[in-house]
């Protein structure tokens, strides 16, 4: 009877999870699309507090105090740390990409991952139709250049390259929820899908990036599949688990350091850069007439974003690189803990190769583009303390099996 109880309130905090979840996901998705163009002053402000505050706020609270209430005490410590320090971030940068973000996370903890994805890709991939068939036919703007000798359309986005990145993310989605059920037509649907993106946004990074996704989840399947080579279906796992905690900060520290070592003296790295779309220029510059704070600070970025015209505009400084933008932005301790974070994240799921590719890949892309907390792109966040369904031989998983926050929970109630 209790058992039957249990069940009954855990299916109704979840409707009322998802009753505020998909809203808030709307909303931020809406807000960076040129939809927000029309609002008015009095409507973009309604937007900017639903979005940013009583959605994810009223998430939160359900989570803390409805859902996780019975480990509340163990983990509140350590929310409460990093709650205190994205505020100080957002008081210091006036941007709230950081804050929402650690939203999400704890709003997710104890609810099924898998679920969320779903119900993000649902939501998600229902905007993005809406949005490319409104700006394709005048009902919103759809911003138009002419860079690199082709025509890009960016399909109700700010800048092509944002809907390839949207596409992107997508796209990981899909291949972890369902690569290991696909037919050969699937993924040829997929494949057709990526060119399709291309041919509109010319976006060479992200489709380099999206046909490496496709072709690392199509060897997965063969391998794991294959039942004719033992050792290497036992290797692959194995390899991928040994690297998982070393993508993100190796791929960080890279583009820092080609970033940091760039000058027009060296034409190996004049010669990348030029291959970046003078990422690193510009990152160089940034740490020049930027600089980097512990806390982040207010920064006016000015880029192409809502610009159809062909020539870069005056002021140009927007740094594309993930990590360097929040360094820039957030400032170290941030940029630290979210790199530190996510490696937590892909060696605590090492055992979940297709999770330990997608973060792979997400630490490949976001030496290229801007939306590695940026909610509206990336909920892979979630899986923090998001509730896993594992099939462990024995009743108790190990520790790379377990939720974060069971271990965070054990560890503070041990006093580690």
Known sequence: MTGSIDRARKKRT????????????????????????????AADYI???????????????????????????????????IVLLTAQ?????????????????????????????????FTSLTLVILMTVAASTGMISNIVSHRYGATRYALGTFWCTDYSSRVFFLLLIVLYLYSAKMKLLHWLALASAVLL???????????????????????????????KSF???????????KLAP?????????????????????????DLNTILSDRLLYGNRAFSEIGITPFGKYVEWIGMGGISDDVLPEGYNFVDASYLNILFSFGIIAAILMIVLLSYIAYHHRRDTRLVIVIALISIQCILAH???????????????????YNAPSSQPSDAEQPASAIIGTNLQKGE
């Open 231 to 241: 050792a290497l279906r036992t290797k692959w796992p194995r390899i991928w688990g």
């Open 246 to 270: 070393f993508f993100t900060p190796v791929f960080a520290v890279l583009i820092t350091c080609l970033t940091l070592l760039y000058s027009l003296k060296s034409e190996i790295l004049l």
């Open 89 to 121: 971030c957002f008081m210091l940068t006036y941007s709230d990409d950081l804050l929402l973000c650690i939203c999400l996370m704890i709003a997710a903890m104890n609810i099924d991952f898998k679920k969320i994805l779903k119900v993000y890709l």
């Open 47 to 81: 937007v900017w507090l639903l979005k940013s505050l009583i959605l994810p706020v009223s998430l939160v609270l359900l989570n803390l105090f409805v859902i996780s209430r019975t480990d509340l005490r163990r983990k509140l410590l350590v929310l409460i740390s």
């Open 197 to 227: 993106v291309y041919h509109f946004t010319v976006g060479k990074m992200d489709l380099i990036c999206m046909m490496t996704a496709l072709l690392l989840f199509f060897l997965h399947e063969l391998i794991v599949n294959s039942k």
């Open 371 to 389: 939306h590695f907390i940026d909610i509206a792109y990336n909920p892979f966040w979630v899986v923090f303390l998001a509730k896993r369904e």
């Open 14 to 41: 979840e409707l009322v999870f998802f009753a505020l979840f998909i809203p808030w996901i709307t909303l931020c998705i809406i807000s960076e699309t040129t939809l927000s163009y029309s609002f008015s002053k």
